[in-house]
């Protein structure tokens, strides 16, 4: 029942500061940028955190951070306890649950210090939701449950008791308890039109459609769900909207409306892709697939299933991804070996009906209204033969390709150990050589040996293990204001003895006041990876500048410029396009490709780039493009 899923989602932080302002959005970022760091900044960064937290929380994520930052640094607790709350609905509203429950639970403690019972409900009730969207629909009720005893308390808001009335119906209606569900429901409904509230009255009287959706009442459903779409679309509430579009589309479809339902459902489509609402554009295909199919649309009903197939497939490979193990391997192996089972006894089953249809033609071949019926059921099945074919090839290419892949990874792993595990070995049989001849200048430089070996080890599980949390998705990007001047510093003090051993100079150069706003751990790691090239590839007595410019049109580049051998042109072009785990072009800089990888996946998860320009004895010069931070 998605659609429940949707109330926690629309109603997450509807008290954070709706009343604080109500100007438009342009309004409060034209103020917010004279304003300083004071109570009023904390109230201005709360306010556009929550206006923008449900049609664009990724938008709204930078500025519910940055209040919740401020208000600890000014120690205002009741500020923290508003911007704690929004900032848990944005990382609800981007289904990262984990995090949501962790800025719950801050919230619920220091609302229980400030007694603030409005603030306490809310965060129940939000820890509730999130419990609900995992199924976890015990904790969810234990969680509802105390979010009621506190609901009729003096300082709950009106809005904070739609919220829990609303969580509580769809929860019992996801649990088969309908009156119950009802019940909620219909308070909920009576409470917004109370206080005129247009939003939460639309919400709920397209729950309440879609309860008599389920209990087959359609003709009352349908009403409901009317009134439901038009509140919605006077709101102007694009994520309402797009679901109210859905469950009326859905109560039409049961009643045979099909025009009116797939113009509906378009209309939900159109709305949800404008604002990026994935689990919305999922739910619009799987409806036209259905009205597709009863309109008797066959073709049409089975391409828009192919497209509800590649985005489930895409938003659910977000919480399947684990780390590269060998039983993720044969898992996945085992899961490919399974598609490629069924598109065979598919394709069987086809090449059957073929046969019997072809027998068919034979024997009607003295009936020519018969042999072109029969003639266009073959070209029907041929068609889907070679669909199966296609998506038969797609499936044995991802399969070699995750085999290739492991082999590549194993043999990183194996390539880059050998050498500092080799040397490790050596360094002991020097220690017995040196102690036995007495040569004590021998065993002096047998540190430096030791060093440069354990440097390579530690560079090369530092890149795996930074690729292997990339791949499960499990490394969160946590964008911040980074100065680049200090990026740089600390970046050279990691190298200045690596440097210094080597007789190579390390330089910076960078305007004090150049920001960028990236994940200081990715860009980090770039860093290094790049400087650590350099050494590799420039000779003694050479040199290193690390570079930063911007172009004033909201992007900055830094730049780590060697005075090594460089690279030809076409050297350069086949580096760059060297695929994930893959071997690189035998060239000045070849190696296991690991670091590059990773350099181009984390430009990437920043919305950056990375560029190389190289010539043969004139070194090489790597870019990393970046967004600027605004200036403060």
């Known amino acids: 029942m998605r659609h429940f899923v949707l109330v926690a989602l629309l109603l997450s932080g509807l ?103 409005d603030a306490i409900t809310r965060a129940y009730s939000g820890m509730g939701r999130v419990q609900q969207e995992r199924n976890d629909t015990a904790a969810a009720m234990r969680h509802y449950q105390r979010a009621l005893t506190y609901v009729y308390q003096p300082g709950v808001q009106p809005r904070t008791r739609l919220l829990v009335f609303g969580n509580l119906g769809s929860l019992y209606f996801d649990l088969g308890q309908y009156p119950e569900g009802l019940l909620f429901t219909r308070r909920a409904l009576q409470l917004a039109r109370r206080t005129n509230d247009q939003a939460g009255e639309a919400q709920y ?111 659910n490979s977000r919480s399947r991804m684990q780390m590269l193990t060998a039983l993720q391997t044969r898992y996945e192996t085992a899961e490919k070996e399974r598609q490629i089972k069924r598109l065979t006894e598919q394709e069987q089953t086809t090449q059957q009906r073929n046969r019997a249809l072809w027998g068919t033609v034979a024997t009607l071949l003295l009936g020519l209204s018969g042999m072109a019926y029969l003639y266009t059921k073959l070209r029907l099945s041929r068609s889907a033969l070679a669909a199966n074919h296609r998506v038969l090839g797609e499936a044995t290419r991802e399969l070699r390709q995750l085999a ?8 990183i792993v194996a390539h880059d150990l050998r050498g500092p595990v080799t040397a490790f070995a050596g360094v002991t049989e020097l220690i017995d050589f040196y102690l036995k001849k007495g040569d004590e200048d021998g065993l002096r430089r047998l540190p430096t040996l030791v060093r440069q070996s354990a440097y390579q080890l530690n560079h090369l599980l530092d890149n795996l293990l930074n690729w292997a949390v990339n791949q499960t998705g499990e490394l969160a990007f946590r964008p911040e204001r980074l100065l680049v ?27 004090d006041c150049l920001a960028v706003w990236a994940d200081a751990h990715m860009t980090q790691t770039i860093l290094r990876n790049l400087i650590s090239n350099a050494l590799k590839f420039t000779s003694a007595g050479g040199s290193i500048h690390l570079l930063a410019q911007t172009d004033g049109a909201g992007t900055a580049t830094l730049c780590v410029q060697d005075s090594g051998a460089g690279m030809t042109a076409t050297q350069t072009a086949a580096l760059l396009a060297s695929g994930p785990l893959m071997p690189l072009p035998r060239t000045a800089r070849s190696g296991t490709g690991l670091g590059l990888l990773l350099c181009r996946a984390f430009a990437d998860r920043q919305s950056g780039a990375l560029s190389i320009t190289s010539s043969p004895e004139q070194g090489t010069k790597v870019c990393l493009t970046l967004p600027a931070a605004q200036p403060r």
């Open 205 to 315: 009287l397209a729950d309440m459609g879609s309860f008599y959706t389920q209990l087959n009442q359609l003709e009352t459903a349908e009403g409901l769900l009317r009134k439901a779409v038009l509140l919605a679309e006077i709101q102007r509430n694009e994520r309402f909207t797009a679901g109210n579009q859905e469950l009326l589309a859905t109560a039409l479809l049961l009643r045979n409306q099909l025009p009116e339902a797939d113009s509906l459902a378009r209309r939900a489509l159109l709305t949800a892709r404008r604002i990026q609402y994935k689990e919305r554009i999922l739910g619009a295909y799987a409806l036209l697939a259905r009205i597709s199919a009863r309109q008797g649309q066959h073709e049409q009903a089975y391409a828009w299933q192919v497209r509800h197939r590649d985005l489930n497939d895409s938003l």
């Open 485 to 511: 001047r200090e990026l740089f510093q600390d970046t050279i003090r990691l190298y200045e003895n690596a440097a210094e051993a080597k007789q190579i100079s390390l330089h910076s150069h960078s305007p």
């Open 15 to 117: 008290l954070g500061t709706a009343k604080a302002y109500a100007a438009t959005e342009e309004t409060l970022l034209r103020q917010l940028q004279r304003q300083p760091a004071d109570t009023v900044r904390l109230r201005l960064l709360t306010t556009i955190c929550y206006q923008l937290h449900d049609n664009d929380p990724t938008r709204a994520l930078p500025y519910g951070e940055q209040a919740v930052a401020l208000a600890r640094q000014l120690r205002s607790y009741p500020g923290l306890l508003q911007a704690l709350l929004n900032l848990a609905g944005c990382y609800a509203n981007l289904a990262d649950g984990a995090h949501a429950l962790r800025l719950q639970q801050e919230a619920l403690l220091l609302a229980r210090q400030l007694r603030s019972p």
């Open 404 to 411: 290739a892949s492991k082999d590549r990874l194993y043999a």
